[in-house]
């Protein structure tokens, strides 16, 4: 009889646990000696080798959670993005980038790459066409990011994957957005999934963390790199993020609830002139994040009416934070432009349509009366402050 997969939150309440065989503890102790044993042993341990007792466990739970054969995780997501692409990229080759990603990778490229001798191109635009069309003989490594930070555009995971697999390139996708609970790429057919873990796995503002998930094959490659990098997470960080996945599932189906009803209430109000959301049926990607997304997340953008100041709209809120990270149980605001997206020249923010006044709303558990009392005497405060000038 086959054994049946666990359900999301036994996996993250259960995989990956260190047991405490000496005292029978319910939650996995913490070994934090930076020095172990290399003689006798099974295993050489060594934090930047990723592989003391706490780190291994953990990244079964990761590797759990995207229904890949193993997980490693590292000191941010930047470590996390940066180790990947570098264990599949040396000089010479070229890799093929959607437009539209998260400022840091973004940054990465264009201030690096070249000076190691690696050739990139960003797509024109998300569609089979635009990827196939910036593929070259020496292309590697095809980059997504699906839902996309700030705008949430939705790229299509199995035709990605198809074009991997038919000019045989490694296919990676940053899936901090969607979160294991939303969104499972490798199930699509993507080779390596990366996250932020700083944000939804960790989900409390209290830790810097990245991820991988892939298959072992994979992952030896990415392990030799990383060995190198250093880019590891001390065992304190590790033992918390475990901590805060063991209610990954409850938070962010709780957040996925709260943006889509927030999302419609925004869409629906005369001071908003556009709402960012996949769960919309609005969005042009609606359909396709449907097929592919088994909810559609607790992050979405908005833009006010050209009329109204975005900079004191967020000064003027009270319950909602304004707050340069994402994914907490708070709920958070920003402006992309002079956060996440900061380093970006205004051209190129202009041309990936990252507005001066668009707002990146990251909801989270509250009472959604209490998040929408927030945003309306938000609104009456800075309309009325608008109709004195």
């Known amino acids: 009889m086959k054994k049946e997969k666990p359900g999301l939150n036994t996996i993250c309440t259960h995989v990956g646990e260190v047991h405490d065989e000496q005292f029978k503890g319910a939650i996995s102790p913490i070994y934090m000696s930076t020095s172990y044993a290399f003689e006798d042993v099974e295993k050489k341990r060594y934090p930047r080798y990723f592989n003391t007792p706490n780190q291994d466990m953990l990244g079964k739970k990761i590797a759990a959670l995207e229904g890949a054969e193993a997980g490693m995780i590292f000191g941010s997501g930047m470590a996390a993005v940066s180790t990947a692409l570098l264990s599949f990229l040396k000089h010479g080759d070229h890799v093929v980038l959607q437009k539209t990603l998260y400022g840091g990778t973004f940054n990465l490229v264009e201030e690096e790459f070249e000076r190691f001798g690696i050739q990139y191109s960003f797509t024109d635009g998300l569609d089979e066409n635009s990827f196939e069309k910036a593929i070259k003989e020496n292309t590697k490594v095809i980059y997504i990011e699906t839902p996309s930070n700030p705008l949430l555009t939705i790229t299509g995971l199995e035709m990605v994957a198809q074009l991997g697999k038919k000019h045989k390139i490694i296919t990676m996708i940053d899936n901090t957005f969607a979160s294991p609970v939303n969104q499972n790429p490798i199930a699509h057919g993507i080779d390596i999934v990366i996250h932020s873990a700083t944000k939804y796995m960790g989900g409390h503002s209290d830790i810097t963390a990245g991820a991988i998930a892939c298959t072992q094959e994979h992952m030896d490659v990415i392990w030799n790199k990383s060995k190198n990098l250093g880019g ?42 556009h709402v960012y959301y996949p769960g919309l049926e609005s969005h042009p990607d609606h359909q396709l994040a449907k097929s592919q997304m088994s909810g559609y997340g607790g992050m979405l953008s908005f833009e006010l009416n050209d009329s109204l100041d975005a900079d004191q709209f967020q000064k003027e809120l009270k319950l909602i934070k304004s707050s340069m990270s994402l994914a907490g149980v708070e709920s958070t605001i920003l402006s992309p432009a002079k956060t996440s997206h900061s380093l970006m020249s205004p051209e190129e923010r202009k041309n990936q349509k990252i507005s001066d006044g668009l707002l990146r709303f990251s909801v989270g558990i509250e009472d959604k009366k209490d998040l929408i009392a927030d945003l309306e005497q938000a609104l009456a405060a800075v309309t009325e402050q608008h109709l004195i000038k």
Do not use: I, Y
Not at 233 to 259: C, H, I, P
């Open 232 to 273: 590891s997470l001390a065992d304190f960080m590790v033992w918390m993020l475990e901590r805060s996945l063991k209610t990954l599932g409850l938070r962010v189906k709780a957040q996925n609830e709260n943006a889509r009803k927030l999302a419609k209430w925004l869409e629906k109000n005369e001071h908003v002139k």
